[in-house]
């Protein structure tokens, strides 16, 4: 995993529990802010799955005949 995706993932499960902790509350704003950090999580670990894929494609390339 690269850093990008282990934060990535840390984002979306932080999200995650404040999403929850604002349904526990009644906070809707808690559970909005929640829902965003849960988006952003999920697109930082996708750039890091494409930087991850782009590398090994190159790996390969290079060891290619």
Do not use: C, F, H, Y
Request: charged letters at 35%; aromatic letters at 0%; proline letters at 2%.
């Amino acid at each position: 995993m690269n850093r990008d995706q282990i934060k990535g993932t840390a984002k979306d499960v932080a999200g995650k529990v404040q999403q929850k902790v604002g349904e526990l509350t009644g906070s809707k704003r808690q559970q909005v802010k929640g829902v965003a950090k849960q988006v952003e999580g999920k697109v930082q670990k996708g750039v890091g799955n494409v930087e991850r894929a782009a590398d090994k494609a190159d790996k390969d390339a290079r060891r290619a005949p």
